[in-house]
């Protein structure tokens, strides 16, 4: 039994996971942030498994989506990189809502993520050295050189164009996870990808993997591929993140 509620943390709306009867303990706390056009509810199974295996999870609405969505799709369409960094940034924001009310079991706390929310949870591991750990499904670690083909806020032909480009983009610099392999490897972390993703390249999620393993900073990565997968999450996919935090977390 699981007990799920809607609730404002840090003036962001999010969806409230936990056990049963354990809603004011101190738990180990799961942020998890979904997918780019997506929403917390979309999301929300990973709340509830994660919570039937004993965690407090917390899926908050990323700004221009649910809760915080306007309806303008053509603008969202253009601030996906925007997002990404702004979710990262709020993360400090949540963490302490959480441990204001008491919520949060020691050190245990950590980000997952699916697609862009994956990528939000490696940034956030990157860029926050007392996260726990952070589990990424289906994102990527190389945010400057993916954000030249994957939803690019402007059209960049000309050398005007691509100086426009590399100016709106250059605020992401300092949050890109391949900058910092060596924040990466001092915790655990999970990959998951499907191979035949058509939208995110499964070959982001080698690269990384590979990166972290040639440089032996792989001693706590735990990478896994799903054969003739596309974009989605599998319940094999789920099943993994689970079995992952009930180890390391």
């Not at 949540?94 to 490696?122: I, N, P, Y």
């Not at 750990?133 to 954000?147: E, R």
């Not at 391949?178 to 999620?205: I, K, M, S, Y």
Request: hydrophobic share 45%; with cysteine.
């Amino acid at each position: 039994m699981i007990e799920l509620a809607t609730e404002q943390l840090a003036g962001i709306e999010c969806i409230h996971a936990s056990p049963a009867g354990q809603r004011q303990a101190r738990l180990p706390t799961i942020l998890f942030y979904h997918g780019f056009t997506s929403s917390k509810e979309v999301y929300s199974y990973f709340a509830v498994a994660l919570a039937q295996a004993g965690f407090r999870v917390v899926l908050p609405d990323a700004d221009m989506h649910g809760a915080r969505y306007n309806g303008d799709t053509d603008m969202r369409m253009t601030h996906f990189w925007d997002i990404l960094k702004n979710n990262i940034d709020e993360v400090p924001q949540l963490e302490a809502a959480l441990r204001e009310k008491d919520w949060v079991a020691d050190t245990r706390f950590a980000v997952a993520g699916a697609s862009m929310g994956g990528m939000t949870a490696l940034g956030a591991m990157a860029r926050y050295p007392h996260l726990h750990s952070a589990a990424c499904m289906m994102g990527s670690g190389y945010f400057m050189q993916l954000s030249q083909t994957l939803f690019p806020p402007l059209v960049a032909r000309t050398p005007e164009q691509k100086a426009a480009l590399s100016a709106r983009l250059a605020p992401l610099a300092p949050y890109d996870p391949c900058q910092q392999l060596d924040a990466l490897a001092n915790r655990p972390l999970l990959l998951w990808h499907g191979e035949a993703d058509e939208v995110v390249p499964f070959a982001e999620t080698v690269r990384l993997a590979r990166a972290l393993r040639e440089t032996q900073r792989d001693r706590q990565l735990t990478f896994l591929s799903e054969k003739q997968i596309g974009h989605k999450i599998t319940p094999s996919a789920l099943t993994a993140l689970v079995s992952f935090f009930k180890h390391h977390l």
